[in-house]
C-alpha cells in the first residue's frame, strides 16, 4: 500500500503535536509506503497525466528520515490525504482542480477535493442554522456594526483563517472598532463573520474528530488561558479531553448525512456550549492530545477506518 501526504513544508510541521505526523507514523507502523509532497510538487500535463514529486517517507524519531525526491504517476498512490493548512487560496483552490481529474476509482482522497473547494470552514456552518450563535458574514461596515449594537459583545473572524489567528473580540462601545473593521475587511472590503460572543468558551472550546460522520469517543476541550477569549492550543490554550455529550451527539447527527453526501470522511467540528462553530475539513488537528490523554491508538483507528 502507498499512501501520499499532501502538506505544508515537512519541517514546518512539530514532531511531538502534530496530527499528521502521527498518522504518518501509524502508517509506518502498519509497514505502508508512506510519501509525501507539497502543493507546488504536483502536475498535469495536456493528456491528464498527474505527476508528484515526492519523497519517501522512512523513519520518524527525533528527526524526519526520508529518500530523496522522486517522481510518481497519481495512480502509483492508494490513498491521498490532503493536509495542507489554511489559508484556502488560489494554490489550494488549483489543487482541488488538479485532483479533480484523477479517473481510478481504486485511489480513495481523504477528503473530497471538490468538497473541500465547496466547502469554507466558517460559512458552511450556515447551513446548519438551528445549531449556531447569532452569526453575520458580510464586508459591510454599517452591517456589521448594526449586528455589534444589536449583540452588544461579538466575535470577528476571518474567512480564511486558523488556529485563533486575526480573531478579535469587540463590542458597540469599542473605541478601535473602525481600526479593527479597517484592518480586517482592507481596501476591498473583504468580507468577515461576526458571531454573538458565547460566554460558555470560558468553559473551553471542544474538537471533536469525525471520521465517516462518526466521532471519536473523547473531544479535546480547549480552555483559553487567563486574559485570553482565544482558546487555541496555538494561543496558549490547554486542551482536556472529555466524553462525547448528548449536546454533541445532536450536532453531530444533524450534520452527518451533510457530511457523508459530500464526502467529506475525516472532518473536525468545534463546539462551544450548545453551538457548533466551525467544520474543519483542510487539516483537522487534536489527535495527538485526545490519543495521548486516554492512552488509546486513535491514529490506528482513523487509519483503519478510512478505507
Do not use: W
Amino acid at each position: 500500500m502507498n499512501y501520499l501526504f499532501i502538506i505544508d513544508p515537512i519541517d514546518s510541521l512539530a514532531l511531538y503535536k502534530d496530527t499528521t505526523i502521527i498518522l504518518m507514523k501509524e502508517c509506518l507502523r502498519q509497514k505502508i509506503n508512506v510519501f509525501y509532497s507539497t502543493i507546488n510538487e504536483i502536475s498535469i500535463d495536456s493528456k491528464i497525466n498527474i505527476k508528484v514529486e515526492c519523497q519517501q517517507l522512512q523513519a520518524i524519531n527525533e528527526s524526519i528520515t526520508s529518500s530523496s525526491k522522486i517522481k510518481n504517476n497519481i495512480e502509483y498512490f492508494n490513498k491521498i490525504f490532503i493536509r495542507k493548512d489554511p489559508p484556502f487560496d488560489t494554490s489550494y483552490l488549483n489543487l482541488t482542480y488538479i485532483l479533480d481529474h484523477i479517473e481510478s476509482n481504486d485511489i480513495k482522497i481523504f477528503n473530497n477535493p471538490s468538497s473541500i473547494r465547496s466547502h469554507n470552514e466558517k460559512l458552511s456552518i450556515l447551513q446548519f442554522k438551528d445549531l449556531i450563535p447569532p452569526s453575520l458574514v458580510s464586508s459591510s461596515f454599517s452591517a456589521t456594526k448594526e449586528f455589534i449594537s444589536k449583540h452588544k459583545k461579538v466575535i470577528l473572524k476571518p474567512l480564511d483563517g486558523m488556529a485563533g489567528n486575526g480573531i478579535f473580540m469587540v463590542t458597540s462601545e469599542d473605541k478601535n472598532l473602525n481600526v479593527i473593521l479597517e484592518t480586517m475587511m482592507g481596501n476591498f472590503h473583504h468580507p468577515i463573520m461576526a458571531q454573538k460572543f458565547i460566554p460558555e468558551i470560558s468553559n473551553g472550546d471542544t474538537r471533536i474528530i469525525l471520521i465517516n460522520g462518526e466521532p471519536l469517543p473523547y473531544g479535546l476541550t480547549r480552555i483559553p488561558k487567563p486574559g485570553e477569549i482565544r482558546a487555541n492550543l496555538a494561543k496558549g490554550g490547554s486542551g482536556i479531553i472529555r466524553s462525547i455529550n448528548k449536546n454533541d451527539e445532536i450536532i453531530i447527527n444533524k450534520i452527518k448525512p451533510y457530511l457523508l453526501e459530500k464526502n467529506l470522511n475525516f472532518v473536525g467540528i468545534d463546539v462551544i456550549g450548545s453551538y457548533l462553530t466551525e467544520i474543519n475539513i483542510t487539516s483537522p488537528t487534536g489527535l495527538v492530545e485526545i490519543q495521548n490523554q486516554s492512552n488509546i491508538n486513535y491514529a490506528e483507528v482513523v487509519i483503519n477506518a478510512l478505507q
